[in-house]
Structure formats: structure tokens, C-alpha cells
């Protein structure tokens, strides 16, 4: 059987009567797919009782006594303590071929990573990156260090744009952290190079983004396009380039490439959006970075604040 994630939930006085099923879905925040998948294992769910309460006639499910089997309609009192082991469906786990490289691990619990992509690396395998995408380095990783999970990426950042990114270890913490992307893309920060002289040193750029009919790749503003706004500070200012940091309101494909293209500034080394650009100063991909990232942490609701150090290329230039 392959690995589990373990959650615990001891019960309190001011909890009041709660079933086993009540415990998992209002305070474990369990899907009803994942209560119904914990209940076809003969340890999904189980209770560690108060010494005050016996139930001496439940099967036990381990050999010390210590844990009994409960059904999701079976009430825990306070002192009790709820059990859940969710298991992980390797299934699919041999798609991605494991790859042995170094990465670049900003934070990593039980229930995610998080790396510090480098530009123009790829997340996931494709016909052309069958073996050298970031997701094969960390299946590479995992199998190095005895974990046994499946790649899943949370958020998501194009081959050219280097920093953090996010994968969930197990299908719980996935859907948690999915559910706070929208929030999460507000509270992540770039860093990029921009071509040109600012005038201003920070602003908003507020214009609806669309896919150009002729091109499945290239967006375009468009005032058919979605709402996409995009916030940029003026970091340093040189003779002809600038380190930008911008924050998203919303995560359009291709966004701050598209902004700062259409407000005059493209990114240097932006083949997509920045043909114009008289000197990349030796940049050969668009000059972008995830560099801070703040989320909470899917299972102990921490806040977690993480931060990527900016890639070779960039540094070198600035």
C-alpha cells in the first residue's frame, strides 16, 4: 500500500456534538468524494477514545488497542480524538519519467514544495521535454529521498518565467492550495528587467487581455479580451532598462508581458513581445521572475512566506 497522509482532530468542549463525518467535512475541510474514499479503508477513519469512554465491543484497528475503527455518523465527545489517513493513488505516478538533477527547494513539509524554477525550463513533460521538465526533476527528487507522491503543480508559470512554484503532495493539501489561487496570485511579486526610461515610477496598467485570433501562442489587449489589471514599482532605473516589480489583481496568460509591451516598456529578451527592443543586453528569454510568494499553509492554515533568489541571467545584468 503506498503512503498516507495522517490528519488529526482532537475534540474540545466548546465543539459540542460532532460526528466523525461532521469532523471531516465542516473542520478537515474533506470533499465528499475524499470522506467517501477515507471510508474504503479499514484504517480511514478511526478515533483514539477519552479513558473516561469505552466501547468495548468496536473492532480495534491496530494491534495496541490504541485506535478503533468509526463510522462517519458515530459521535466523538470531548478528550476524543479523530483519526483520518488518506492514501495516496500512485497510479499514475510512473508517467513522468524520474530525471536526477539539481533543483532549487525554497520550503518543503508533508504536504507540498516549493521550487525556484529556472528560465526556460518547462513544468511538465511534453513530446519535446520528455525528460527535462521541472516536474521530471522532481519526480527524480522524490524517488531520490524515499517519497512517494504525484506530481501536482499548483499555479503555474510559462517555460521563459524563472521563480517559485508550488506542487501539492497529496490530493487534500492539492485541492486546498487550488482554492487559494485567486488570492494567490494577489500576494505574489515579480521582478523584471523592462526596456526603457519610466516615466512614472509606479502605476497601474488596467486593460482587458484576448488570445490574437491568427496566433494560438501571442495575446493581445483587446477590448474584447478579459479584464486583466497589473500593478509595477520602479526598482532601480538605468541608462536604458529598468527593474520593475509588478503584482497581479488577476492571472492572464502571457499578462505582464502583454502590459508592459502595450505601456511601451516590453521585457528585454521577450521574443513574443518585445521584437522592437533595440538591445536585450545579452537576454535571450523574457526577463521575468517570481520572486515572493505568500499562501497559507493547506492543513495547519500557517501563513508561509517564501522568497526565490533572482537567476543567473538577471543577476548578472543588474
Do not use: W
Not at 148 to 166: F, M, N, Q
Not at 217 to 245: C, N, S, W
Not at 279 to 289: F, K
Request: charged share 30%.
Amino acid at each position: 500500500m503506498s503512503e498516507y497522509r495522517e490528519l488529526t482532530y482532537p475534540v474540545k468542549e466548546a465543539d459540542g456534538k460532532l460526528t466523525a463525518g461532521d469532523i471531516m467535512r465542516d473542520l478537515l475541510h474533506l470533499s465528499s468524494r475524499e470522506v467517501s474514499r477515507c471510508k474504503q479503508f479499514e484504517d480511514g477513519v478511526m478515533a483514539k477514545r477519552s479513558p473516561k469512554i469505552a466501547f468495548p465491543d468496536t473492532e480495534q484497528c491496530d494491534k495496541t488497542g490504541a485506535y478503533e475503527a468509526v463510522r462517519l455518523i458515530d459521535e466523538l465527545a470531548p478528550g476524543d480524538t479523530l483519526i483520518v489517513r488518506i492514501y495516496e493513488d500512485n497510479d499514475n505516478a510512473g508517467d513522468i519519467v524520474p530525471t536526477y538533477g539539481p533543483i532549487d527547494i525554497v520550503y518543503e513539509d508533508e504536504d507540498l514544495i516549493v521550487l525556484n524554477k529556472e528560465g526556460d525550463v518547462v513544468i511538465h513533460p511534453s513530446y519535446a521535454h520528455y525528460t527535462d521538465s521541472l516536474s521530471n526533476l522532481l519526480a527524480g527528487y522524490y524517488e531520490k529521498t524515499g517519497q512517494k507522491h504525484v506530481i501536482r503543480t499548483i499555479g503555474r508559470l510559462d517555460r521563459e518565467t524563472s521563480g517559485l512554484v508550488i506542487f501539492a503532495k497529496n490530493r487534500h493539501s492539492a485541492a486546498l492550495l487550488s482554492k487559494q489561487t485567486e488570492n494567490m496570485s494577489r500576494r505574489k511579486e515579480y521582478l523584471a528587467i523592462c526596456s526603457g526610461v519610466f516615466d512614472k515610477k509606479e502605476g497601474m496598467v488596467d486593460a482587458p487581455i484576448r488570445r490574437r485570433p491568427d496566433e494560438r501562442m501571442i495575446r493581445e489587449v483587446h477590448p474584447e479580451g478579459k479584464r486583466a489589471v497589473t500593478h509595477f514599482k520602479v526598482e532601480q532605473q538605468y541608462e536604458d532598462y529598468a527593474l520593475v516589480r509588478l503584482i497581479l489583481d488577476t492571472g492572464r496568460t502571457h499578462q505582464i508581458r502583454v502590459h508592459m509591451s502595450h505601456i511601451g516598456h516590453p521585457l528585454l529578451g521577450d521574443n513574443f513581445y518585445g521584437k522592437e527592443i533595440a538591445d536585450n543586453h545579452g537576454l535571450t528569454r523574457a526577463a521575468l521572475h517570481a520572486v515572493r510568494l505568500e499562501f497559507q499553509q493547506p492543513i495547519t492554515c500557517d501563513t508561509i512566506n517564501v522568497e526565490a533568489q533572482l537567476p543567473s541571467d538577471m543577476q548578472k545584468l543588474l
